[in-house]
Every structure is written in structure tokens, then in C-alpha cells.
């Protein structure tokens, strides 16, 4: 069965603190490894990662794909009120077309 | 530029009673259309997908149904809701001949079972 887990499943930090959030994946035929931010209703698309071991960096939010380890890291550094959401990974897998999504990582970022 | 369409927004219905909630994709052709559902705090539970008009695809066997009757119309449909069909449904699209993509999604419809 596909399976996508997200750890922690919450997290509490403060402004100015550097995260990193945990992606693990176990699915058949995978393509690409995609994040997420969903702040009230629709998530939002951060990263898509296909090639092991190439940063993807955006801002302050960077993500790295290990495909013989099968897992994928969010890093957000200098964190801001405006950080906090769900983070939300998906694997996604050729042939099907699917998008498995994991549990989530709500982050909570005090001021 | 491609928009994603999805409603109503809020819906509260009585337990039996029947669910219809559609989804139109505009600016693009042959999408790949999924339904997603969200319960509170968790992460999104994919119900069904589909690659083409009349292809359906389930994930999870349970009390709703999807259509698709046209290119760019995906309709998520139960005939008699259940308590436990209550959360947040999301509607999303990928190109449909493009391995290397996101899906993109709709504003949801938070659906409550009473």
C-alpha cells in the first residue's frame, strides 16, 4: 500500500528559529516528491523534487529529496508569524497519476 | 491562465439526505481531476482521480461516488450521507500528458453531516 508520513505531526517555535520538517514515502512506480502549504483552505504548492540530493530554495524555505533513503526534508529558517500553516508532502506516482499525501506538520510560529 | 472552480463553499446537510458537489477546471484540456477529502487536522485522504471523461478511478471504498461527464466537470456525489461523510472536500487538477507536475487546488467545500 502507498504510504506517505509526516513528522512531527505539530510544532510550536519562535520567531527567528530555524525547522525542519520530515517526509517519508513508500509507493509504487514514484515520480516526484511535491510540498505544500495550506494556511485555511486550498494548499498552496511550494517544491516539486524528482533528482536526489539538488536543493530546491525558495526564500527562506529550502527542500532536498533522498531517493535511496526515500525521504525529503522542508527546512524554513528565520521563521515568521507568517510561516504558520500545515505543511503537507506528497508523493507522486507515474502511470496512475496519483498524488498520495501525507498527515501533515501544522506549524505554529509564535511572535 | 488555468482557474479551478469548486462549490459550495459551506454545506450542511441532514444525515440521509443527498450530496452533489462539482468542480470545473477553465484554461486548459484533458486535466487530470481528483477529490480529496480533509478531516479536521489531518492530512487529504485521496477518494477518486480521473485521466479522462468517463474514467473514474477509487481509492477508498465508501458511501460516495465521482462522475466526470465532461472534459473539464468532476461531480462528487452520495446518495444518503453519513455523520462520518462530514469534512473538508478538496477539488484539484494536474495537466493531464505531464509527468513532472503539481496539482492545483479549489477553495474546498467544508461539508458537515447533522
Known amino acids: 500500500e502507498d504510504k506517505v508520513v509526516q513528522s512531527p505531526l505539530s510544532l510550536v517555535v519562535h520567531e527567528g528559529d530555524t525547522v525542519t520538517l520530515n517526509c517519508s514515502y513508500e509507493v509504487t512506480n514514484f515520480r516526484s516528491l511535491l510540498w505544500y502549504k495550506q494556511e485555511k483552505k486550498a494548499p498552496t504548492f511550494l517544491f516539486m523534487l524528482?533528482?536526489?540530493?539538488i536543493e530546491k530554495k525558495s526564500g527562506r524555505l529550502s527542500s532536498i529529496l533522498d531517493k535511496k533513503e526515500l525521504f525529503s526534508i522542508l527546512n524554513i529558517t528565520a521563521t515568521q508569524t507568517g510561516d504558520s500553516a500545515v505543511y503537507l508532502c506528497?508523493?507522486?506516482?507515474?502511470?496512475?497519476?496519483?498524488?498520495?499525501f501525507g498527515t501533515g506538520t501544522r506549524l505554529k510560529v509564535l511572535a | 491562465s488555468q482557474t479551478i472552480h469548486q462549490w459550495p463553499a459551506t454545506l450542511v446537510q441532514p444525515v440521509g439526505s443527498p450530496l452533489s458537489l462539482e468542480c470545473t477546471v477553465e484554461?486548459?484540456?484533458?486535466?487530470?481531476l481528483y477529490w480529496y477529502r480533509q478531516a479536521a487536522g489531518r492530512g487529504l485522504q485521496l477518494l477518486f482521480y480521473?485521466?479522462?471523461?468517463?474514467?473514474i478511478s477509487s481509492e477508498v471504498p465508501q458511501n460516495l461516488s465521482a462522475s466526470r461527464p465532461q472534459d473539464r466537470q468532476f461531480i462528487l456525489s452520495s446518495k444518503k450521507l453519513l455523520l462520518s461523510d462530514s469534512g473538508f472536500y478538496l477539488c484539484a487538477w494536474s495537466v493531464g500528458d505531464k509527468m513532472n507536475t503539481e496539482a492545483f487546488f479549489g477553495q474546498g467545500t467544508r461539508l458537515t453531516v447533522v
Open positions: 484554461g486548459t484540456s484533458n486535466p487530470n
Open positions: 524528482t533528482s536526489s540530493g
Open positions: 480521473s485521466v479522462g471523461i468517463g474514467q
Open positions: 506528497a508523493a507522486r506516482t507515474s502511470g496512475t497519476y496519483k498524488y498520495i
